[in-house]
Protein backbone atom coordinates (compact mmCIF):
# COMPACT_ATOMS: atom_id res chain seq x y z
CA UNK A 1 0.00 0.00 0.00
CA UNK A 2 0.83 3.66 -0.52
CA UNK A 3 2.55 5.63 2.74
CA UNK A 4 0.42 7.99 4.27
CA UNK A 5 3.28 10.59 3.53
CA UNK A 6 2.67 10.00 0.14
CA UNK A 7 -0.92 10.17 0.07
CA UNK A 8 -0.66 13.42 2.19
CA UNK A 9 1.72 15.19 -0.56
CA UNK A 10 -0.20 13.61 -3.44
CA UNK A 11 -3.59 14.84 -1.68
CA UNK A 12 -2.04 18.66 -1.31
CA UNK A 13 -1.07 18.86 -4.65
CA UNK A 14 -4.78 17.97 -5.96
CA UNK A 15 -6.04 20.48 -3.59
CA UNK A 16 -4.10 23.05 -3.95
CA UNK A 17 -5.00 23.02 -8.09
CA UNK A 18 -8.72 22.17 -7.49
CA UNK A 19 -8.43 25.18 -5.19
CA UNK A 20 -7.30 27.52 -7.96
CA UNK A 21 -9.82 26.17 -10.65
CA UNK A 22 -13.22 25.97 -8.47
CA UNK A 23 -14.07 29.72 -7.63
CA UNK A 24 -14.59 29.86 -11.43
CA UNK A 25 -16.01 26.97 -12.12
CA UNK A 26 -18.77 26.94 -9.16
CA UNK A 27 -19.28 30.75 -9.86
CA UNK A 28 -22.62 30.65 -11.30
CA UNK A 29 -23.58 26.79 -9.12
CA UNK A 30 -25.65 26.44 -6.02
CA UNK A 31 -22.34 24.86 -4.63
CA UNK A 32 -19.17 26.97 -2.69
CA UNK A 33 -15.59 26.03 -2.23
CA UNK A 34 -15.80 25.24 1.16
CA UNK A 35 -18.58 22.87 0.75
CA UNK A 36 -16.27 20.75 -2.18
CA UNK A 37 -13.56 20.60 1.01
CA UNK A 38 -15.30 20.09 4.10
CA UNK A 39 -17.15 17.06 2.28
CA UNK A 40 -13.47 16.23 0.39
CA UNK A 41 -12.28 16.18 4.07
CA UNK A 42 -14.79 13.94 5.51
CA UNK A 43 -14.62 11.71 2.47
CA UNK A 44 -10.83 10.83 3.03
CA UNK A 45 -10.65 10.60 6.73
CA UNK A 46 -13.38 8.32 6.50
CA UNK A 47 -12.03 6.15 3.79
CA UNK A 48 -8.48 6.35 4.43
CA UNK A 49 -7.66 5.05 8.09
CA UNK A 50 -3.84 5.76 8.12
CA UNK A 51 -4.26 9.22 8.18
CA UNK A 52 -3.76 10.78 11.02
CA UNK A 53 -6.51 12.09 13.56
CA UNK A 54 -7.30 15.56 12.99
CA UNK A 55 -9.24 16.01 16.55
CA UNK A 56 -9.01 19.97 17.39
CA UNK A 57 -9.51 18.78 21.08
CA UNK A 58 -6.29 16.20 21.02
CA UNK A 59 -3.90 19.03 19.20
CA UNK A 60 -5.14 22.59 20.64
CA UNK A 61 -1.67 24.64 20.15
CA UNK A 62 -1.96 23.35 16.35
CA UNK A 63 -5.90 24.02 15.94
CA UNK A 64 -5.53 27.96 17.71
CA UNK A 65 -2.33 28.84 15.53
CA UNK A 66 -3.59 27.56 12.14
CA UNK A 67 -6.82 29.10 12.54
CA UNK A 68 -5.11 32.25 13.90
CA UNK A 69 -2.77 32.58 11.00
CA UNK A 70 -5.90 31.83 8.52
CA UNK A 71 -8.25 34.53 10.07
CA UNK A 72 -5.69 37.67 10.34
CA UNK A 73 -4.51 36.86 7.09
CA UNK A 74 -8.03 37.05 5.86
CA UNK A 75 -8.48 40.37 7.87
CA UNK A 76 -5.49 41.86 5.93
CA UNK A 77 -7.45 41.13 2.34
CA UNK A 78 -10.85 42.23 3.46
CA UNK A 79 -9.14 45.55 4.58
CA UNK A 80 -7.22 46.11 1.70
CA UNK A 81 -10.40 44.84 -0.71
CA UNK A 82 -12.40 48.03 0.67
CA UNK A 83 -12.90 51.09 -1.40
CA UNK A 84 -15.33 52.83 0.54
CA UNK A 85 -13.06 55.48 2.61
CA UNK A 86 -13.86 55.09 6.14
CA UNK A 87 -16.82 57.54 7.47
CA UNK A 88 -20.48 57.78 9.84
CA UNK A 89 -22.42 57.19 6.85
CA UNK A 90 -20.70 55.68 4.51
CA UNK A 91 -19.95 52.54 6.80
CA UNK A 92 -23.37 53.19 8.07
CA UNK A 93 -24.10 49.33 7.34
CA UNK A 94 -21.38 48.51 9.35
CA UNK A 95 -21.82 50.45 12.37
CA UNK A 96 -25.24 48.92 12.54
CA UNK A 97 -24.30 45.52 12.48
CA UNK A 98 -21.77 45.68 14.79
CA UNK A 99 -23.97 48.21 17.00
CA UNK A 100 -27.41 46.22 17.13
CA UNK A 101 -26.86 42.57 15.52
CA UNK A 102 -23.47 41.32 17.03
CA UNK A 103 -24.82 41.87 20.39
CA UNK A 104 -28.60 40.25 19.67
CA UNK A 105 -26.64 37.65 18.33
CA UNK A 106 -24.29 37.25 21.39
CA UNK A 107 -27.67 37.36 23.27
CA UNK A 108 -29.99 34.90 21.31
CA UNK A 109 -26.74 32.25 21.30
CA UNK A 110 -26.20 32.16 25.54
CA UNK A 111 -30.17 32.64 25.78
CA UNK A 112 -30.26 29.01 23.62
CA UNK A 113 -27.33 27.59 24.97
CA UNK A 114 -28.43 27.76 28.66
CA UNK A 115 -32.12 27.02 27.90
CA UNK A 116 -32.04 24.44 25.05
CA UNK A 117 -28.89 22.85 25.74
CA UNK A 118 -28.12 22.99 29.45
CA UNK A 119 -24.87 24.93 29.51
CA UNK A 120 -23.78 27.24 32.27
CA UNK A 121 -23.51 30.59 32.08
CA UNK A 122 -19.44 30.82 30.94
CA UNK A 123 -19.72 28.64 28.54
CA UNK A 124 -23.16 29.43 26.64
CA UNK A 125 -20.85 32.40 26.49
CA UNK A 126 -18.14 31.28 25.28
CA UNK A 127 -20.08 29.21 22.18
CA UNK A 128 -22.00 32.56 21.98
CA UNK A 129 -18.74 34.86 21.54
CA UNK A 130 -17.49 32.32 19.07
CA UNK A 131 -20.43 32.57 16.99
CA UNK A 132 -21.60 35.89 16.98
CA UNK A 133 -19.35 37.01 14.42
CA UNK A 134 -19.39 36.85 10.82
CA UNK A 135 -16.64 34.86 9.77
CA UNK A 136 -14.07 37.03 7.30
CA UNK A 137 -12.57 33.67 6.10
CA UNK A 138 -15.77 31.88 4.48
CA UNK A 139 -17.39 34.94 4.04
CA UNK A 140 -15.27 35.92 1.07
CA UNK A 141 -17.53 34.67 -1.45
CA UNK A 142 -19.59 37.24 -0.48
CA UNK A 143 -17.73 40.03 0.19
CA UNK A 144 -15.98 42.85 -2.29
CA UNK A 145 -13.43 41.80 -4.76
CA UNK A 146 -10.58 43.59 -5.45
CA UNK A 147 -9.39 46.94 -4.72
CA UNK A 148 -10.47 49.20 -7.53
CA UNK A 149 -7.76 51.33 -9.57
CA UNK A 150 -9.80 54.10 -10.46
CA UNK A 151 -11.04 56.74 -8.64
CA UNK A 152 -14.61 56.65 -9.55
CA UNK A 153 -14.52 53.09 -8.24
CA UNK A 154 -14.43 53.88 -4.74
CA UNK A 155 -17.82 54.70 -4.56
CA UNK A 156 -19.49 52.14 -6.50
CA UNK A 157 -19.25 48.76 -4.06
CA UNK A 158 -22.22 46.80 -3.83
CA UNK A 159 -24.09 47.53 -0.33
CA UNK A 160 -24.37 43.97 0.56
CA UNK A 161 -20.87 43.08 -0.61
CA UNK A 162 -19.65 46.06 0.92
CA UNK A 163 -21.86 45.61 4.59
CA UNK A 164 -20.44 41.56 4.83
CA UNK A 165 -16.67 42.97 4.30
CA UNK A 166 -16.43 45.91 6.86
CA UNK A 167 -18.86 43.71 9.43
CA UNK A 168 -16.75 41.16 9.21
CA UNK A 169 -13.28 42.79 9.21
CA UNK A 170 -14.57 44.22 12.62
CA UNK A 171 -16.86 42.38 14.20
CA UNK A 172 -13.54 39.44 14.83
CA UNK A 173 -12.35 41.48 17.43
CA UNK A 174 -14.81 43.11 18.87
CA UNK A 175 -16.30 39.91 19.75
CA UNK A 176 -13.06 39.29 21.92
CA UNK A 177 -13.84 40.91 24.68
CA UNK A 178 -17.30 38.52 25.55
CA UNK A 179 -14.28 35.32 24.54
CA UNK A 180 -12.66 37.00 27.47
CA UNK A 181 -15.69 37.30 29.35
CA UNK A 182 -16.40 33.65 28.77
CA UNK A 183 -13.02 32.63 30.41
CA UNK A 184 -12.96 35.15 33.58
CA UNK A 185 -16.23 33.23 34.31
CA UNK A 186 -14.95 30.00 34.12
CA UNK A 187 -12.47 31.36 36.55
CA UNK A 188 -13.48 33.19 39.31
CA UNK A 189 -17.13 32.77 38.98
CA UNK A 190 -20.27 34.41 37.53
CA UNK A 191 -20.57 37.00 40.33
CA UNK A 192 -20.01 40.33 37.98
CA UNK A 193 -18.17 41.81 41.06
CA UNK A 194 -15.37 39.01 40.60
CA UNK A 195 -15.01 40.01 36.77
CA UNK A 196 -16.43 43.14 35.91
CA UNK A 197 -14.16 45.42 36.82
CA UNK A 198 -10.97 44.13 35.50
CA UNK A 199 -12.74 42.52 32.41
CA UNK A 200 -13.79 46.18 31.20
CA UNK A 201 -10.98 48.05 32.15
CA UNK A 202 -8.24 45.82 30.17
CA UNK A 203 -10.65 43.51 28.26
CA UNK A 204 -13.22 46.19 26.88
CA UNK A 205 -11.34 49.69 27.25
CA UNK A 206 -7.77 48.51 26.74
CA UNK A 207 -7.64 46.08 24.31
CA UNK A 208 -9.75 47.68 22.09
CA UNK A 209 -7.99 51.14 21.84
CA UNK A 210 -4.62 49.47 21.83
CA UNK A 211 -5.87 47.65 18.89
CA UNK A 212 -7.35 50.44 17.22
CA UNK A 213 -4.31 53.35 17.76
CA UNK A 214 -1.60 50.83 16.92
CA UNK A 215 -3.36 49.44 13.93
CA UNK A 216 -3.57 52.80 12.77
CA UNK A 217 -0.19 54.01 13.35
CA UNK A 218 1.22 50.50 11.95
CA UNK A 219 -0.98 51.31 8.82
CA UNK A 220 0.41 54.84 8.40
CA UNK A 221 4.15 53.87 8.83
CA UNK A 222 3.53 51.15 6.33
CA UNK A 223 1.71 53.23 3.99
CA UNK A 224 4.33 55.96 3.78
CA UNK A 225 6.89 52.93 3.48
CA UNK A 226 5.29 51.99 0.51
CA UNK A 227 4.28 54.64 -1.18
CA UNK A 228 6.23 57.96 0.22
CA UNK A 229 9.65 56.36 0.76
CA UNK A 230 12.95 59.18 -0.37
CA UNK A 231 14.76 56.60 -1.90
CA UNK A 232 13.17 54.62 -4.75
CA UNK A 233 14.64 51.67 -3.59
CA UNK A 234 12.68 51.75 -0.06
CA UNK A 235 9.86 52.39 -1.99
CA UNK A 236 7.32 49.02 -2.09
CA UNK A 237 5.20 50.17 -4.31
CA UNK A 238 7.46 50.73 -7.39
CA UNK A 239 8.46 47.05 -6.93
CA UNK A 240 5.53 45.39 -6.87
CA UNK A 241 6.45 42.62 -4.21
CA UNK A 242 3.10 41.41 -2.67
CA UNK A 243 4.22 39.11 -0.22
CA UNK A 244 4.83 42.54 2.00
CA UNK A 245 1.21 42.49 3.19
CA UNK A 246 1.98 39.12 4.79
CA UNK A 247 5.09 41.18 6.92
CA UNK A 248 1.96 44.00 7.33
CA UNK A 249 0.00 41.29 8.59
CA UNK A 250 2.11 39.84 11.28
CA UNK A 251 3.71 43.02 11.75
CA UNK A 252 0.54 44.65 13.21
CA UNK A 253 -0.24 41.47 14.74
CA UNK A 254 2.34 40.88 16.57
CA UNK A 255 3.03 44.70 18.04
CA UNK A 256 -0.32 45.15 19.24
CA UNK A 257 -0.46 41.42 21.11
CA UNK A 258 2.64 42.48 22.81
CA UNK A 259 0.98 45.27 24.15
CA UNK A 260 -1.75 43.73 25.37
CA UNK A 261 -4.37 44.77 22.60
CA UNK A 262 -6.91 43.07 20.27
CA UNK A 263 -4.49 42.51 16.73
CA UNK A 264 -7.48 41.46 14.68
CA UNK A 265 -8.81 44.68 15.21
CA UNK A 266 -4.97 46.14 14.34
CA UNK A 267 -4.49 43.65 11.10
CA UNK A 268 -7.65 45.18 9.64
CA UNK A 269 -7.27 48.62 11.14
CA UNK A 270 -3.67 48.29 9.37
CA UNK A 271 -4.88 47.30 6.14
CA UNK A 272 -8.32 49.95 5.82
CA UNK A 273 -5.61 52.86 6.66
CA UNK A 274 -2.87 51.86 3.60
CA UNK A 275 -5.51 51.06 1.42
CA UNK A 276 -6.68 54.96 2.21
CA UNK A 277 -3.24 56.14 1.19
CA UNK A 278 -2.61 56.45 -2.71
CA UNK A 279 -6.09 55.32 -3.08
CA UNK A 280 -5.97 54.17 -6.60
CA UNK A 281 -2.68 52.96 -6.74
CA UNK A 282 -2.19 49.68 -8.34
CA UNK A 283 -0.30 48.11 -5.59
CA UNK A 284 -3.24 47.35 -3.83
CA UNK A 285 -3.95 45.50 -6.27
CA UNK A 286 -0.96 43.41 -5.64
CA UNK A 287 -0.90 43.41 -2.08
CA UNK A 288 -4.82 41.78 -2.26
CA UNK A 289 -3.91 39.26 -4.44
CA UNK A 290 -1.25 37.94 -2.96
CA UNK A 291 -3.20 37.64 0.59
CA UNK A 292 -6.18 36.29 -1.31
CA UNK A 293 -4.24 33.14 -2.57
CA UNK A 294 -2.74 32.33 1.13
CA UNK A 295 -5.87 32.93 2.44
CA UNK A 296 -7.63 30.23 -0.09
CA UNK A 297 -4.75 27.57 0.83
CA UNK A 298 -5.00 28.21 4.21
CA UNK A 299 -8.70 27.41 4.17
CA UNK A 300 -8.46 24.57 2.43
CA UNK A 301 -6.31 22.77 4.84
CA UNK A 302 -8.64 23.94 7.72
CA UNK A 303 -11.50 22.84 6.14
CA UNK A 304 -10.33 19.84 5.22
CA UNK A 305 -9.21 18.81 8.77
CA UNK A 306 -12.62 20.02 10.17
CA UNK A 307 -14.36 17.56 7.21
CA UNK A 308 -11.71 14.77 8.78
CA UNK A 309 -12.76 15.84 12.35
CA UNK A 310 -16.39 15.35 11.33
CA UNK A 311 -15.70 12.12 9.93
CA UNK A 312 -13.83 10.96 12.76
CA UNK A 313 -16.34 11.70 15.35
CA UNK A 314 -16.37 15.20 16.34
CA UNK A 315 -20.44 15.70 15.80
CA UNK A 316 -21.15 12.08 18.21
CA UNK A 317 -22.26 14.06 20.85
CA UNK A 318 -24.93 15.61 18.94
CA UNK A 319 -28.27 15.67 19.45
CA UNK A 320 -31.85 16.90 17.90
CA UNK A 321 -31.44 20.02 20.43
CA UNK A 322 -27.93 21.05 19.38
CA UNK A 323 -29.27 20.20 16.16
CA UNK A 324 -32.38 22.79 16.44
CA UNK A 325 -30.45 25.24 18.71
CA UNK A 326 -28.10 25.44 15.32
CA UNK A 327 -30.84 26.05 13.26
CA UNK A 328 -32.59 28.57 15.19
CA UNK A 329 -29.33 30.30 15.32
CA UNK A 330 -28.89 30.47 11.28
CA UNK A 331 -32.44 30.73 10.45
CA UNK A 332 -33.55 33.18 13.27
CA UNK A 333 -31.71 34.32 15.33
CA UNK A 334 -28.95 36.18 12.73
CA UNK A 335 -31.42 37.17 10.40
CA UNK A 336 -33.54 38.68 12.74
CA UNK A 337 -30.96 40.71 14.07
CA UNK A 338 -29.33 41.74 11.10
CA UNK A 339 -33.18 42.99 9.77
CA UNK A 340 -33.29 44.88 13.43
CA UNK A 341 -30.20 46.33 12.60
CA UNK A 342 -30.40 47.81 9.21
CA UNK A 343 -34.23 48.79 9.66
CA UNK A 344 -34.92 52.49 8.75
CA UNK A 345 -31.34 52.70 6.97
CA UNK A 346 -30.34 53.34 3.57
CA UNK A 347 -30.07 49.48 2.41
CA UNK A 348 -33.37 48.21 0.32
CA UNK A 349 -35.08 45.64 1.46
CA UNK A 350 -33.85 42.93 -0.76
CA UNK A 351 -29.89 43.82 0.34
CA UNK A 352 -31.50 43.82 4.00
CA UNK A 353 -32.38 40.70 3.90
CA UNK A 354 -29.16 39.34 1.91
CA UNK A 355 -26.83 41.12 4.53
CA UNK A 356 -28.85 39.61 7.37
CA UNK A 357 -28.58 36.01 5.80
CA UNK A 358 -25.67 35.84 5.22
CA UNK A 359 -24.03 35.96 8.62
CA UNK A 360 -21.66 32.99 7.65
CA UNK A 361 -19.60 31.22 10.64
CA UNK A 362 -16.56 29.47 10.56
CA UNK A 363 -12.69 29.70 10.99
CA UNK A 364 -12.94 32.29 13.11
CA UNK A 365 -15.25 30.70 15.10
CA UNK A 366 -13.31 27.44 15.15
CA UNK A 367 -10.04 29.88 16.63
CA UNK A 368 -12.05 31.76 19.72
CA UNK A 369 -13.29 28.40 21.22
CA UNK A 370 -9.69 26.50 21.16
CA UNK A 371 -8.73 29.92 22.09
CA UNK A 372 -10.90 29.78 25.24
CA UNK A 373 -10.16 26.64 26.13
CA UNK A 374 -6.75 26.75 26.43
CA UNK A 375 -7.29 29.46 28.86
CA UNK A 376 -9.95 28.96 31.00
CA UNK A 377 -11.34 26.54 33.14
CA UNK A 378 -14.16 24.63 31.21
CA UNK A 379 -13.26 21.21 31.99
CA UNK A 380 -14.52 17.89 30.68
CA UNK A 381 -16.28 20.08 28.55
CA UNK A 382 -14.41 20.69 25.95
CA UNK A 383 -15.60 18.00 23.07
CA UNK A 384 -19.36 19.79 23.54
CA UNK A 385 -18.53 22.72 22.84
CA UNK A 386 -16.42 21.53 20.18
CA UNK A 387 -19.14 19.82 18.51
CA UNK A 388 -21.68 22.51 19.19
CA UNK A 389 -19.80 25.03 17.72
CA UNK A 390 -18.33 22.84 14.76
CA UNK A 391 -22.26 21.68 13.96
CA UNK A 392 -23.17 25.46 13.42
CA UNK A 393 -20.09 25.93 11.53
CA UNK A 394 -20.73 22.84 9.17
CA UNK A 395 -24.16 23.65 8.87
CA UNK A 396 -23.50 27.26 7.76
CA UNK A 397 -21.09 26.29 5.17
CA UNK A 398 -23.68 23.87 3.49
CA UNK A 399 -26.67 26.51 3.94
CA UNK A 400 -24.58 29.54 2.96
CA UNK A 401 -22.74 27.87 0.48
CA UNK A 402 -25.60 26.67 -1.34
CA UNK A 403 -27.08 30.26 -1.66
CA UNK A 404 -24.87 32.28 -1.88
CA UNK A 405 -24.54 31.85 -6.21
CA UNK A 406 -28.08 32.08 -6.68
CA UNK A 407 -28.82 34.78 -4.49
CA UNK A 408 -25.74 36.78 -5.15
CA UNK A 409 -26.44 36.85 -8.98
CA UNK A 410 -29.97 37.41 -8.90
CA UNK A 411 -29.51 40.64 -6.88
CA UNK A 412 -26.46 41.00 -9.08
CA UNK A 413 -28.82 41.26 -11.80
CA UNK A 414 -31.32 43.49 -10.62
CA UNK A 415 -28.81 45.91 -10.19
CA UNK A 416 -27.54 46.04 -13.36
CA UNK A 417 -31.28 46.30 -14.27
CA UNK A 418 -31.70 49.20 -12.20
CA UNK A 419 -28.41 50.98 -13.56
CA UNK A 420 -29.91 50.71 -16.98
CA UNK A 421 -33.14 52.02 -16.16
CA UNK A 422 -31.38 54.88 -14.36
CA UNK A 423 -28.63 55.52 -16.30
CA UNK A 424 -28.73 54.14 -19.83
CA UNK A 425 -25.68 52.62 -21.66
CA UNK A 426 -23.42 54.41 -19.43
CA UNK A 427 -23.40 51.31 -16.62
CA UNK A 428 -22.79 53.10 -13.49
CA UNK A 429 -24.04 51.57 -10.05
CA UNK A 430 -27.51 52.82 -9.00
CA UNK A 431 -28.02 54.71 -6.13
CA UNK A 432 -30.74 53.60 -5.23
CA UNK A 433 -31.02 50.79 -2.71
CA UNK A 434 -32.62 46.89 -4.46
Known amino acids: MFEPASIIFAAAGIAVFVAAILPKLLRNAPFSMPMVFLGAGMAAFSLLGDLPDPDPVAHPDFTTHLTEVCVIISLMGAGLALDRPVGRRRWATTWRMLAIAMPLCLAGMALLGMWLLGLGLAAAVLVAAALAPTDPVLASEVQVGEP ?179 LIFLMLVRPLSGWLALARGKTGPRERIAISFFGIRGIGSLYYLSYALGQGGFGDQAERLWAIVGLVVAMSVVLHGATTAPVMNRLDRLRERRAAEEFGDEGKAPKTPI
Open 148 to 326: ADEEEGTDQEDEVRFGLTSEAGLNDGLAFPFVYLAIAMSVVGTSPSAWFPEWFAVDVLWRIGMGMLLGFGTGKALALLFFSARHESMRLSSHSEGFVALAATFLAYGVTEMFEGYGFIAVFVCAVTIRAAEHTHGYHKVLHSYVEQLERLLTVVILVLLGGAIARGLLARIGWAEVGVA
